[in-house]
């Protein structure tokens, strides 16, 4: 109820602060790009529209993720409309989930509206779509809980700046963490490699996220492979929101 | 009678990590306050005033001893179902309205849909927020501020309210209004706890006070007994006194200036004062103004700084307390 009455604030304040601008962002890209492609004139437009718009949504979504998710609870501590909420009966760990929750939300309903936009626009170009199309949608949506997690993280321990290149290098590293067990020869014996490889495992892995390319080009991916990466990604967020929780709760405010 | 403390710190310390220079903000402070009060927190800028609030309220975790409301540790959320709490500087979420900004906070202390919408006719009426209902804070002047803040600290009707300097920042209309608010909650039987370091604010709301200097608690009680309240000095304004006269008066009392034909003496008592004035009105003076002198906060803080430096030569720690 009380992470409800959160959760329904953050998402109004996202909505107010006009983040769902990034939708139309999103739209010219879409637009623009399946028109540069109709221009080059290369073929397979539509497997190539389908690829632009699932990398849009993960690129667009985790924009938001990052840059609204990290300072989350900063801002509320920076501007101090902290003070009376803190002050009423409410748990810290209620404040730092019902922020979340808004949030994820708020970052839900855009994927979902990015995820709709586009299959009309390729059912309208003569494409084809089925629901794999919102599988791999939603396997987008499951990353960027991950994301928004190590976002709010952030949000508890340092400046929104600091927060977002951080995050960001996550982001960017944990899409290529393939590199690190997959080490060159130089590697061998020296003591990073093990460092290197631990890290393999300790970093999130967002590219288990992407079966992008799979379901543009009609590779089958199973039902199993869903399940466990869903499983994967509310797992780690939920380590990532337990860490926040744990940072938030001692602190002075 | 048996009073229940619905307020009470025990050893409260607070020191913050970056240094500062005299390491707590806020030392041992041991105080309580009985339902039904209206108890002044007093203090000098930077005295600990708002440090003190913030653990009350459950924003900065004591380094060490406790605060209670109703008995209930404040590190605790439950300790705040029944409490009220007015920031320092009311802020707010500026993209809502007044409206959904006292929906939002019955939300967060548990009000049903219904009660949510009794309590916002309650306290709009109550500060006069129905022609703002739906305007978006960030339009708002300093005083309509105050009044959202005032109304967020009443949400839920709680029998506690915690005021962080609340008439601070508002003109004199604002300041009454804001007075007649807290007289008002006072009568409802509300127990008010709120700082200030406005004498006047303080002498005319409350029951008790309770004064910070430098992080500790040195004096708590009735405002009578801590201000030294009798009449310490006399000002006396006359006109047209004959230069004959002004050794005699010189003589009793202490000349302040003069200026046209008025003088303006200053006399130790209200006897000195009267012996002098009697005999000039029999000489043809006319007495123009005459203003007795208590003790100001102001003059106390200094008092008490004084006290406390000759203490802190002498190697003791000062402490007293004025009890009722
Ligand atoms: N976040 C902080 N970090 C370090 N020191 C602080 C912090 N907040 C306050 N202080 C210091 O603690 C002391 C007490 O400050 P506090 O704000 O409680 O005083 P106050 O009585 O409310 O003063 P004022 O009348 O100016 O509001 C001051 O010396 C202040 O500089
Ligand atoms: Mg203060």
């Not at chain 2, 927190?41 to 600990?48: P, S, T, V």
């Not at chain 2, 804070?137 to 709680?158: E, T, Y």
Request: glycine fraction near 8%; proline fraction near 3%.
């Amino acid at each position: 109820m009380r992470i409800l009455a959160v959760a329904q604030n953050t998402f109004r304040e996202s909505v107010r602060d006009k983040v769902l601008y990034v939708l139309l962002l999103f739209a010219g890209v879409v637009i623009i790009g399946s028109k540069a492609i109709g221009w080059i004139s290369i073929g397979q437009d539509i497997k190539i529209i389908k690829d632009l718009s699932l990398a849009g949504m993960s690129i667009f979504g985790a924009l938001i993720a990052i840059f609204v998710g990290t300072s989350l609870v900063y801002k509320e501590i920076d501007k101090k409309t902290i003070y009376t909420i803190i002050a009423q009966p409410l748990h810290r760990y209620e404040f730092v989930i019902g922020k979340y929750l808004g949030l994820l939300a708020l970052i839900f309903g855009v994927i979902l509206l990015m995820s709709m936009m586009s299959a009309i626009y390729i059912v309208i170009l003569g494409g084809e779509i089925n629901h794999w199309y919102f599988i791999a949608s939603f396997l987008v949506f499951m990353k960027l809980l991950l994301v928004t997690a190590l976002s709010v993280l952030f949000s508890t321990l340092s400046s929104p700046i600091l927060g977002a290149i951080i995050v960001f290098c996550f982001y960017v590293f944990g899409h290529a963490t393939g590199v690190l067990i997959d080490l060159p020869r130089q590697f061998e014996g020296s003591w990073s490699k093990p460092v290197l490889e631990g890290l393999y495992y300790v970093l999130p892995n967002f590219a288990n996220f992407d079966i992008r390319s799979e379901v543009v080009n009609g590779v089958p991916v199973s039902y199993s492979y869903v399940t466990y990466i869903i499983i994967y990604g509310v797992l780690y967020s939920t380590f990532f929101i337990y860490l926040a929780i744990l940072m938030f709760q001692r602190k002075d405010v | 009678m048996n009073t229940i403390a619905i307020l009470k710190t025990v050893s409260l310390t607070k020191k913050y990590s970056s240094i500062s220079a005299r390491g707590y903000a806020v030392q041992d402070l041991s105080f309580e306050v009985n339902k039904g009060e209206v108890f002044g927190f007093l203090g000098r800028n930077g005295a600990g005033k708002t440090t003190t609030i913030k653990m009350i309220c459950g924003l900065l975790l004591p380094t060490s001893g406790n605060a209670y409301i109703n008995g209930c540790e404040t590190v605790d959320p439950n300790s705040r179902r029944n409490l009220g709490y007015l920031p320092e500087q009311p802020y707010f979420y500026e993209y809502l309205t007044p409206r959904e900004t006292i929906h939002f906070y019955c939300k967060l202390k548990g009000l049903n849909v219904k009660e949510r919408e009794q309590e916002w006719l309650r306290l709009s009426g109550l500060l006069g927020l129905e022609s703002i209902a739906d305007i978006r804070l960030k339009n708002f002047s300093k005083g309509m501020r105050q009044k959202i803040g005032f109304a967020i600290a009443l949400v839920g009707n709680p029998d506690l309210l915690i005021l962080d300097e609340p008439m601070s920042g508002l003109d004199p209309v604002g300041r009454k209004h804001i007075r007649e608010l807290i007289q008002q909650q006072k009568e409802l039987g509300k127990t008010i706890f709120f700082s200030s370091h406005v004498l006047s604010d303080v002498e005319q709301l409350c029951d008790r006070v309770g004064v910070l200097s430098r992080g500790k608690l040195v004096a708590t009680g009735h405002i009578k007994d801590v201000l030294q309240q009798d009449i310490r000095q006399v000002e006396v304004v006359f006109k047209d006194v004959a230069v004959s006269l002004m050794p005699f008066l010189k003589q009793r009392g202490t000349l302040l200036r003069t200026w046209e034909n008025y003088v303006q003496f200053q006399f130790d008592t209200i006897l000195t004062a009267n012996q002098a004035i009697a005999e000039c009105i029999h000489n043809g003076a006319v007495v123009i103004e005459l203003t007795p002198q208590k003790e100001t906060l102001e003059d106390y803080f200094m008092r008490m700084q004084i006290i406390e430096e000759q203490q802190k030569k002498k190697g003791e720690i000062y402490y007293s307390r004025v009890e009722e």
